[in-house]
């Protein structure tokens, strides 16, 4: 499912996924040889191997001072995309991501790219996600949420409460709005209304396709200091140029 969405944002932005790597487990064993392949780390490597023995066989200064530069780096040239989504979390993401590192994904040209999964204050101590985004609710409103919650019930909510908070709210809303002449109050147009809703966790609307739409926050990995690279939308209307 993941592939696929990546599929369908990227060709509606002019974009094109290169690869899909796929792995039956996050143990070193079965998922090394996966992101070796991904990252095209052999041929990479031979590729550097050549271009070294091609220099040392040379004796002009230029090529002398182009060999000493090739002194600690691993493969030649940079891997084969300039963006990695990785939509795991916990510990399945940090068994993942050291691996970037050792087959010479350089996180500093790919960007990495996460789920909401990543929402996780761990994922800030792997050197390997640093600068990675992820999406997530307004962080705002989720916290004034768990406040109201918590003075309410006394324990702190868990991270689906929302979803039934929301579901409540939308009741009450429609219930307390008038519907048009000769519709229902829960029809399906009410629901499906292209503005959405507010909720625990920001702006959403339902679609007629069963799938939920919501307005999320991008939050930039930075460890011990993650912060908000693009703040959640208030609103479903498309911004004019």
Known sequence: RAADALQRAVTAFGGQVT???????TEN???APVIRRLADYDARRAALRANREALAAKTDEASKAALRRLEGIETSGDAPFDALLIPEGGAR???LAPLLSVYDIDTRRVR???TFDWNDPLTETEPSLNG?????PPPEARAQFE?????QFKTAPNRIASIAFDTTLLAAVLTRTDAAPGQRRFAVERLTQPNGFAGADGIFRLKTDGAIERGLAVIEVHPRASRIASPAPTSFEIPEN
């Open 29 to 31: 064993a079965v998922a």
């Open 93 to 95: 993401l940090r068994a």
């Open 112 to 114: 990495t790219l996460g």
């Open 132 to 136: 990675g985004w992820y999406p997530t």
């Open 147 to 151: 406040s109201a919650y918590q003075a």
């Open 19 to 25: 690869r899909v790597a796929r792995y039956g487990s």
